[in-house]
């Protein structure tokens, strides 16, 4: 039963319309956030409340990009890396709109003062890294560089979504009044994923499929070649 399960979900993960599918259904918060600025039913300060959004959905996307691999190791279904990298790019892309809304409508471009926000607020000084950690590995993140820069040095450079992900919740958890529990729900997903990779649970019906490709991403470090579920490459099993 669970090994049926599991080949649908690898069928419909690696039909040719998953990754359409999928970019479509991403697109889905910028779109409704446009829609509801149009129709000025964003609020009372529709650009705060903008920049809000597309900070929450670039946290949600990169929380997605971590889910991946323990999701995959949990369940066996090897096509789920297929996604990782658009994932990680789409966390990539609200992380930039979240940036562009704040320099564009918050600040009108008034570099003097953003700056001073950089120097003197530490949740955005933190929110600034992160946003650089995601920049070099969304530039990063093609086959090209993946074999320009070699396996060990892209892997190292990848694992860099973890720091992007505990920045982006420290910066959420610090721009809020007091310790409310939404940002720490999201700090704790983001622990939670990242002790799974260190400490990884083994079910032993996952261990079955090997890897599909390899997939160059933020959020993504896994080693570009196929593996089992426990990170034993087929070729030292058989
Ligand atoms: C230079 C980079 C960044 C700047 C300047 C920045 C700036 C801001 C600002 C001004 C706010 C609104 C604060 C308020 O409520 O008054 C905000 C909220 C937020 N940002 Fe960022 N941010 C940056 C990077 C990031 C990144 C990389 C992420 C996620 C990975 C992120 C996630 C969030 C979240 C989740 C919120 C809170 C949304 C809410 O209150 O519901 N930010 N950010």
Redesign the pocket.
Known sequence: MATDLRQIANAVLTARAAKPVVFAVALVPLFWTLWLAYSGELGAEPV?ES??QS??W??RF?LVALAVTPLRMLTGVAALARLRRMIGLF?FFY?AV??ST?IGL?QYFDWPAIWK??VKRPY?TV??G??LI?TALALTSTNGMVKRLGGKRWRALHKGVFV?GLA?CL??IM??KGWQT?PLVYAALCVGLLAFRRWPLRLPNARKEPRTRPAAAPGSEAAPAPRFADGSSPARRS
């Open positions: 705060l920049v809000k900070g929450l670039a946290l990169l966390a992380a979240h940036l704040y918050d926000d950089i955005i929110g600034m992160a946003i995601l992007a982006g910066h959420f721009l809020v939404t």
